[in-house]
């Protein structure tokens, strides 16, 4: 391997092209999910263990706000954690995801208080958070550029949901449709920093691998939900 720097461009398409291989949407359960394959009891299994990835978001998020020397940084990245945890009197996608759980029938504050989430989803969920605590910030900042490919499957989540459960309720499925502008905001910033702080080959290509990382970390949260039978 060169030691030269990919041009901004072809380090772009790098990033976009291993991310996009690896993306979860192609995971089996995502696939059966979005084809209507889901059993009302596995739809709530996934919802009841996704809602602990999405308590670490915000923790990873504020662990990115800390890493960094630069005020104008940490005002913009700390949007992301009042996205999540709410701000302002305004409530964010933790809600939102409870909105969504009891939409599928399930108890709020058992789905709050973690009791269900599985060992190995709860293991792998935290490993997100050591990645980013770990790493530098530059490339826990490129771990999050999966927010990339999060409006396409946000888009297909809630078509499939609509047409193959319509036990779910429309306004259960807030959190989907909000992310879909917001994540397209957040991998955009994001993407323009890690170009212009990945100044050299080696730094270009530990985001890369953060990115790889950060989608097998997805992938090990779906495979503990598929094969779960309780």
């Known amino acids: 391997m060169t030691d030269a720097p990919l041009p901004p461009d072809a380090f772009v398409e790098r990033l976009r092209s291993e991310g996009a ?23 709530r299994r996934w919802v009841v263990n996704r809602y602990y990835y999405q308590t670490r978001i915000p923790i990873k998020d504020a662990l990115i706000v800390s890493k960094s ?6 005002r913009a ?28 029938g399930l108890d709020e504050a058992e789905v709050r208080s ?36 999060a409006p396409d499957i946000m888009r297909t989540r809630v078509a499939a949901w609509q047409q193959h459960y319509p036990w779910v309720a429309p306004e259960a499925l807030a959190y989907f449709r909000s992310r879909v ?39 090990g949260m779906l495979d503990a939900v598929a094969e779960a039978t309780a």
């Open 181 to 219: 502008p917001r994540a397209a905001r957040d991998a955009e910033e994001a993407l323009a920093f890690v170009v212009a702080s990945a100044t050299t080959r080696a730094q270009q290509e530990a985001c890369v691998r953060a990115l790889i990382d950060k989608c097998k970390i997805l992938w």
């Open 114 to 149: 973690c009791a269900r989430v599985l060992p190995a989803v709860r293991s792998v969920c935290d490993s997100y958070v050591d990645l980013v605590r770990t790493r530098s910030l530059v490339e826990a900042v490129a771990s999050s550029l999966t927010e990339h490919f």
């Open 69 to 74: 020397e630069d005020p104008a940084f940490r």
């Open 21 to 43: 291989s690896r993306y979860h949407d192609r995971h089996p359960f995502n696939v059966r999910m979005h084809a209507g394959g889901l059993s009302q009891a596995e739809l």
């Open 77 to 104: 990245w700390i949007r992301r954690v009042g996205d999540h945890d709410g701000v302002d009197g305004r409530e964010g996608g933790l809600f939102e995801w409870l909105v969504l759980a009891r939409g599928l």
